[in-house]
């Protein structure tokens, strides 16, 4: 999953975080399963490394959408002021609102 369809599908800020922690837990649980393999001799380094990319990439999209996420509406950018002293900090601001 790419990070655009993360932040498309995604509505709010803690939905973004909650599918993040989502895929970590999916990230260690395949780290897991592949050290397990790996130490059984059933997969080596080549195909543990390929096992874990798709989760890996995943929870790579779910981080960025939570880095790249824009406040939606007035609500949410003066609950993120709040959280910043009053002030909105330089990636909230809306271009044209000061």
């Known amino acids: 999953m790419t990070e655009e369809s993360w932040a498309e ?12 922690i989502a895929a970590q837990l ?5 780290v ?5 393999r790996r130490a059984a001799g059933e997969a080596t380094s080549v195909t543990y490394a ?4 798709g ?5 790579e999209a ?5 880095v790249n996420y824009r406040p939606q509406g007035d609500r949410e950018l003066e609950d993120e002021a709040d959280l910043h002293g009053g002030l909105p900090d330089r990636h ?4 044209g609102r000061q």
Do not use: C, K
């Open 26 to 30: 999916a990230t260690a649980d395949a």
């Open 92 to 95: 909230t601001r809306h271009p």
């Open 32 to 36: 897991r399963v592949w050290d397990e």
């Open 9 to 20: 599908t995604a509505v709010s800020l803690d939905e973004l975080m909650d599918r993040h």
């Open 55 to 59: 989760v890996a990439q995943d929870e």
């Open 50 to 53: 390929n096992g874990l990319l």
């Open 62 to 66: 779910s981080r960025l959408a939570i």
